[in-house]
């Protein structure tokens, strides 16, 4: 089998039907480019900046990150490469960066939170990232946002960074696509008014499941509230895919769900237009993606949204529906 997967490298990733659609890496450090080359990424969907800091003794420099983003972004060849900005908080602590002891570090103090509070640590980043654009196709996501006000906050501060740059160098940034996650359960409602405002969703579902079910995703006694396939959070999930078209933006996924076997069709069915996932992943989804015909899954998701209560029913149809 992975003989046959090996043959997909170089090629599209397609339905059964002929509709194309791209399956992306995630990766956490530049290096990680090279193995998502290796497994036919048609980009990186999530480059996660948080090692920059956290392999680190000091807050990494504006030059620091630049260096690291064009490596990455060159290293892809003309493929997009979308980097979340800085996600820590209470759980991941730095040295350098001494934060107050929470209870609830989930619910707390943590990445786009800080981040607009701190522009002496934002700016830099949003500055590298803006540099590193001129290198390649790339996108900047804000983790975490949970509302428009802070959407706009960090776009104005990201407008200041442009401004800034074109001073000295005219047109600079000028095709950075800027995006958010979609994690927080509020902006997944309100995703209609968010869709307005970025050119692309990234969902992560891995906190958007955590904060819908109220379960944490570190602890094993509560592991069993993990349900993609949930048919309430699948119907969630196309609202965010819905809105998205509906004002022009690009629909992405990046948390784990992007690679699962039995989510796949219901996304396509959803019309999700990237796929994010361990490189190791690629290859076997873009197998999948080939036999299945996206009007079929269109049905699919109606009959697992309309049909089934509960995330047991949605998987018995998902296998039926892949044999
Ligand atoms: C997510 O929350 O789904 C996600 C992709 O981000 P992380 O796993 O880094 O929180
Ligand atoms: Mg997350």
């Given at each position: 089998q992975r003989a046959q997967w090996a043959k997909l490298v170089d090629a599209p990733?397609?339905?059964?039907?002929?509709?194309?659609?791209?399956?992306?890496?995630?990766?956490?450090?530049?290096d990680d480019v090279a193995d998502a080359v290796k497994q036919g990424a048609d980009g990186v969907g999530l480059f996660r900046s948080e090692f920059l800091y956290m392999g680190s003794d000091h807050l990494p420099s504006e030059d620091e990150q630049f260096e690291a983003y064009k490596k990455a972004v060159v290293?892809?060849?003309?493929?997009?490469?979308?980097?979340?900005?800085?996600?820590?908080?209470?759980?991941?602590?730095l040295d350098y960066l001494p934060l107050p002891e929470e209870l609830n570090p989930f619910l707390g103090y943590r990445a786009i939170r800080i981040c607009l509070e701190r522009p002496d640590i934002f700016k830099p980043q949003l500055r590298a990232l803006i540099?590193?654009?001129?290198?390649?196709?790339?996108?900047?996501?804000f983790p975490m946002i949970g509302t428009?006000?802070?959407?706009?906050?960090?776009?104005?501060?990201?407008?200041?960074?442009?401004?800034?740059?074109?001073?000295s160098h005219p047109g600079i940034g000028k095709n950075v696509q800027l995006g958010m996650m979609i994690e927080v359960p509020l902006a997944a409602i309100n995703a209609d008014n968010l869709a307005k405002e970025v050119d692309f969703f990234s969902i992560g579902t891995n906190d958007l499941i955590q904060y819908n079910f109220a379960a944490d995703r570190g602890n094993d006694k509560v592991s069993y509230l993990y349900q993609p396939l949930n048919p309430a959070f699948l119907s969630l999930i196309k609202h965010v895919i819905d809105s998205a078209h509906r004002h022009g933006a690009k629909a992405a996924m990046c948390g784990e769900m992007a690679g699962d076997k039995y989510a796949l069709p219901l996304l396509m069915g959803m019309g999700l237009d990237e796929y994010s996932m361990s490189a190791t992943s690629i290859?076997?989804?873009?197998?999948?993606?080939k036999d299945l015909d996206t009007a079929e899954c269109a049905k699919l998701v109606d009959k697992a949204i309309n049909e089934c209560a509960t995330d047991e029913e949605v998987k018995a149809l998902?296998?039926?529906?892949?044999?």
């Open positions: 990733s397609v339905s059964k039907d002929g509709k194309e659609f791209e399956i992306a890496a995630n990766i956490g450090t530049p290293g892809m060849n003309g493929k997009p490469v979308v980097v979340r900005t800085l996600d820590i908080g209470g759980d991941k602590p540099r590193a654009s001129e290198f390649g196709p790339l996108g900047i996501m428009v006000a802070e959407l706009r906050a960090a776009k104005a501060i990201y407008n200041e960074c442009l401004t800034e740059l074109q001073a290859l076997r989804t873009r197998s999948t993606m998902v296998e039926k529906e892949l044999g």
